[in-house]
């Protein structure tokens, strides 16, 4: 068993792929000139696969149990895995999204030793009463951290507005009340579940040795057999929940979060449909764009003011997302400009400019290791092939993308989420 050589030719980029006899995926992409390697190992469960049967059995858990889950993790019988690395120099991190879990390091030396780690943290799960117990505190603070923090809350509360039956519409860590469910049982049964090597992925990028990756990959994995795992998402009507939300925090200006709700389907979206997104959205609202300039000369949006659009198994949405002295005005200024932007389309001008970007922002995201690790672990658990957005671009026509305006951004399908002030806290 060797890595496959595969070659992306527009930027010369080359990357290699090995199923592993123990059933994981490893892609490799060696960089010339990086003296540091970056490592990442994910599996498809998310904060929102909390419904799912596994070897015939359905199985509920407790909101918040990947992320959770995540954090065990590191604990096991020999110590904690923080100590570990601290000892071969790596920095080490994890985190849990909706649809995925990652752990990760990144290093300058002993990488050998640090990818040992990794592998041996993935593979010894040890949860007791107790340890779970004490971890209940640790990730209810976190829990209300988030529930302080403006920037999670208009994004997060703008979900549960718009998202009537998707789990996406579940805080990530959970509620104080959800975690206090979890025992040593549901997170072993979570971790049979999902944390097989045959439904797992490593990425590696920066300086990197192939053969020994592979060497300590046949030393540490062990050959799993693959589960039957599935997970349950209910139908989402296609309108949204509610078309308004607001949230007093101790803010110096309100915020705001415009979401656009359009059909999904089961699956993400491809990378072609990515793509045509990507391009219409820095066309219409990117810093490049009239519609930018208008806004700032307005002072209705600073350096904040972004796009974002939001995809995975059942969701898809675009948002919209800032400070800015007055919600509704800018709310009110976007939506008319969607709706002659329906009307007339992009122009072939804005199209070239808006692609030149995005071909440029592909070309950046190949600058440093973490970056095209992160890529590639973001188009496996897709279901996307490596790098095919940089394969794909040039191919791109204003008529692709003005068909796909079709499908979304539906002034009649999306909610406004407001973070305001709290009265009698001074705001600029």
């Known amino acids: 068993m060797s890595f496959k050589e595969i070659k992306e030719e527009r930027f010369g980029i080359t990357y290699y792929e090995l199923h592993h006899s123990s059933g994981l995926t490893i892609y490799v992409c060696p960089q010339e000139g990086f ?12 904060s929102m696969n909390a419904e799912f049967i596994h070897n015939g059995n359905k199985i509920t858990v407790p909101d918040g149990t990947a992320h959770y889950l995540e954090h065990k ?50 593979q010894s799960p040890y949860f007791t009463p107790e340890t779970v117990a004490k971890e209940q505190g640790i990730i209810g603070q976190e829990i209300k951290m988030y529930d302080d923090s403006p920037d999670w809350r208009v994004t997060m509360n703008l979900l549960q507005s718009m998202y009537q039956k998707h789990p996406i519409n579940k805080d990530i860590a959970g509620t104080v009340e959800t975690i206090a469910e979890i025992t040593p049982e549901i997170l072993y049964e979570c971790y049979h579940s999902y944390y097989n090597l045959n439904n797992m992925v490593l990425c590696i990028a920066g300086n990197a040795d192939l053969g020994l990756i592979e060497e300590i990959a046949d030393k540490k994995l062990k050959i799993n057999e693959a589960v039957q795992t599935e997970s349950i998402f209910p139908d989402e009507p296609y309108e949204v929940g509610k078309s308004y939300v607001e949230q007093s925090l101790p803010v110096a200006m309100p915020m705001m979060a415009l979401g656009f709700k359009e059909e999904a389907g089961k699956g993400f979206a491809s990378t072609k449909e990515l793509l045509c997104s990507s391009i219409l959205l820095e066309a219409f609202a990117g810093e490049g764009s009239a519609l930018y300039r208008k806004l700032l000369d307005k002072k209705l949006i600073n350096s904040t003011f972004g796009t974002e659009y939001m995809e995975g198994k059942g969701y898809r949405t675009v948002i919209f997302e800032g400070e800015t002295a007055d919600p509704a005005a800018l709310s009110r200024i976007l939506k008319e400009e969607i709706t002659l932007l329906h009307q007339q389309g992009i122009s072939q001008q804005d199209f070239e400019s808006a692609k030149r970007c995005t071909y440029g922002r592909l070309a950046r995201g190949l600058d440093a290791p973490s970056s095209v690790a992160s890529s590639m672990i973001g188009a496996a658990f897709a279901g996307r092939k490596l790098f095919e957005s940089i394969e794909l671009i040039a191919d791109i026509t204003l008529e692709d993308v003005n068909e796909r305006l079709k499908e979304q951004l539906d002034v009649q399908n999306c909610c406004l989420s407001v973070i305001k002030g709290i009265e009698g806290i001074s705001q600029t």
């Open 73 to 122: 993790l590191f604990e096991s019988e020999e110590g904690d895995a923080f100590s570990q690395y601290a000892k071969t120099g790596a920095s080490a991190n994890a985190y849990t999204s909706f649809d995925h879990t990652c752990y990760l390091f990144s290093c300058t030396e002993r990488f050998g030793e640090s990818l040992e780690i990794l592998f041996d943290l993935i």
């Open 35 to 46: 003296r540091s390697a970056y490592a990442v190992i994910g599996t498809n469960f998310g």
